[in-house]
């Protein structure tokens, strides 16, 4: 029997796609995805999101229809959860981290050690970039027994990709729920600077810009490193530079802002980007960021006991993944604060086992 998930829900994007994939393998659920990123211009799979399912489809064994390119419809079955080495090619400049979304919270239930290999895109648009996951996902993971293990072998921008990323995943036997509710201020602020097959300066004026930026908003304890390649070491295939900045708060949680650069943006409008919304987000005196407390949700629902959040914005990609979440788990998430607007996130989880 399937279970008919309706991919014009709420944010209609590709992440209905990841987080119904990804919990349909960790529960052994059989589903059909239809009005696949119905609401993006083109609709249908691109090449991360076949590469995600794919690449979850590896781990469980699972049968499937339809998943091609531009496909709106298709069927994933299954079979069970498998371990050992994977390796995947997005193409291009597919996200890789989105890719990894959607098989993490699977592969934390695996019978044995997981490794997968995946090239593609590292820090691309519309994406999480591969720091954030570093320095801020899989530490907040890790509060709840998740043991993710991320190393970065090259980066890949756009549009010609060719970034490689290793994961590997020691599977917990059960997943802890959290209480991340008060911030009660900023301990420190660390971030990375980065840039490749472009001038040292580049990265140097970004972390300058974001440091003075973070300094005069009070932060007295900032480091940002500079990552940068010699041109006889490049072997990166194309241009690109980035900026992650994440701040350790005292309540031992992180939050965390990145920004990428583009053609004809300034390093200093990058710098300054990554540093002005993470001073916005740590004025809302929450201990999740947006964007992490997206990331969350599946977690909240498969874990044991009750967890509870505090963020800094209810967003519309949070609300469309409590939607899917709740519909494969039958949880029942509370939510309180309106969208657009900082607020709680509460849920009892099953306490699924490995």
Same mark, same amino acid.
């Given at each position: ?49 076949? $590469? ?69 895109? $590292? ?57 991340? $509710? ?173």
């Amino acid at each position: 029997m399937f279970v008919d998930i309706a991919g014009d829900t709420l944010e209609g994007g590709g992440q209905i796609v990841r987080t119904s994939v990804a919990l349909a393998a960790l529960l052994g659920k059989s589903i059909h995805v239809k009005n696949v990123r119905a609401k993006r211009t083109p609709p249908g799979l691109k090449a991360q999101h076949l $590469t995600g399912v794919k690449t979850v489809a590896a781990i469980c064994g699972a049968e499937h229809i339809g998943l091609e390119i531009g496909s709106t419809e298709f069927t994933f079955e299954p079979k069970g959860r498998l371990a050992g080495q994977f390796r995947f090619d997005v193409g291009t400049a597919g996200s890789i981290p989105l890719v990894l979304q959607a098989l993490m919270p699977a592969a934390a239930f695996v019978p044995d050690k997981l490794e997968i290999d995946v090239t593609g895109g $590292t820090d691309v648009r519309w994406s999480p970039t591969i720091d954030y996951m570093r320095f801020v996902k899989l530490p907040m993971l890790d509060k709840m027994g998740c043991e993710y293990q991320l190393k970065v072998l090259r980066r890949g921008h756009y549009p010609k990709g060719g970034g490689r990323v290793i994961m590997a995943i020691t599977p917990p036997r059960q997943l802890r729920g959290i209480k991340l $509710t008060s911030q009660d201020g900023i301990r420190r602020v660390r971030g990375i600077s980065h840039c490749v097959k472009l001038p040292r300066h580049v990265a140097e004026r970004q972390a300058k810009t974001a440091k003075d930026i973070l300094e005069r908003a009070g932060y007295p304890d900032v480091k940002i490193d500079v990552e940068w390649c010699a041109p006889e070491k490049d072997h990166h295939l194309g241009p690109g530079s980035g900026i992650l900045l994440y701040a350790d708060t005292n309540s031992d949680t992180i939050i965390g802002c990145d920004a990428l650069g583009e053609k004809g943006k300034p390093a200093e409008r990058i710098g300054s980007e990554a540093a002005e919304n993470l001073v916005s987000e740590a004025k809302t005196r929450m201990p999740v960021d947006k964007h992490m407390a997206d990331m969350l949700i599946p977690y909240m629902a498969v874990a044991k006991g009750s967890s509870r959040i505090m963020t800094s914005q209810i967003t519309l990609h949070t609300l469309t993944n409590i939607q899917i979440t709740e519909l494969l788990t039958e949880v029942n998430f509370r939510v309180e604060g309106e969208l657009g607007k900082p607020g709680s996130i509460e849920v009892e989880g099953i306490g699924l086992t490995l």
